[in-house]
């Protein structure tokens, strides 16, 4: 129990251009939902935070408008990275949160490239 | 603040040997700890966690951590390291109430063959 899938694996995008990526928890529902960054040889980074039905609540030095958070429903999420440039290439995880419970279960992960 | 160190960056261990790997957090209450592991190009595997009861928590792959309040910290330890165990390791706390984490920055472990 407990899987979180993330979609697309791999994406490549020119500079400019948007890019979506989606977070599904497949066998429970999400009442909170996380996205993480990680560059090559680094540690995971919280980007923002999302609970069903309400706007995303961003950690400091994220741009909101940058990267658009969606949380339409208990079992989607969706990151949007907006005119993507080559410095937004990176490995980027969700994790999804029962709220009764304090454990994350963390996607696959998305590797993004801009190029 | 809360805060998680992993003080070593990179360890190399021998096929066979013991292992541990150091974790020390800093949080105004019992944290809720985790211990990852994340091979190249993939997501997060959760090795174990503590929340409450037994401070020795077993977890897969024979790993095992330690929870010392005293010390603020909860090391990972394996008795004897395989090949595949090779990858890096990301300690993280939790925090009751935000469901929030805070990773370490990670070790990145490599076994000799």
């Known amino acids: ?58 950690e400091q030095g994220v741009e909101k408008d940058k990267f658009l958070i969606n949380h339409a429903s208990l079992t989607l999420s969706t990151l949007t990275v907006t005119s993507a440039h080559p410095e937004d290439s990176s490995f980027y995880i969700c994790s999804a949160n029962q709220r009764r419970y304090d454990e994350q279960y963390f996607g696959p992960g998305t590797r993004l490239t801009v190029t | 603040a809360q805060s998680v160190t992993q003080p070593d960056i990179h360890i190399t261990v021998s096929e066979g040997a013991s292992l541990e790997l150091r974790c020390n957090y800093s949080y105004g209450a019992t944290p809720y700890l985790f211990w990852y592991v994340q091979s190249p190009g993939q997501g997060l595997q959760l090795l174990l966690k503590y929340f409450s009861g037994d401070t020795l928590v077993q977890g897969i792959k ?8 005293s010390q603020s910290s909860f090391n990972l330890r394996k008795p004897s390291v395989h090949w595949s165990d090779a990858a890096e390791y990301f300690c993280a706390v939790g925090a009751s109430g935000t469901y929030k984490y805070i990773f370490g920055t990670g070790t990145r472990l490599k076994v000799l063959a």
Not at chain 1, 21 to 44: H, N
């Open chain 2, 62 to 69: 024979g790993f095992e951590a330690e929870f010392k309040r």
């Open chain 1, 1 to 58: 129990g407990a899987v979180v899938s993330q979609h697309p694996s791999r994406v490549i995008c020119k500079s400019g251009t948007s890019v979506k990526i989606e977070c599904r928890s497949l066998d429970f529902q999400a009442t909170t939902m996380f996205w993480y960054r990680q560059f090559p040889k680094q540690s995971l980074m919280l980007m923002a935070t999302s609970n069903e039905g309400s706007k995303a609540t961003y």
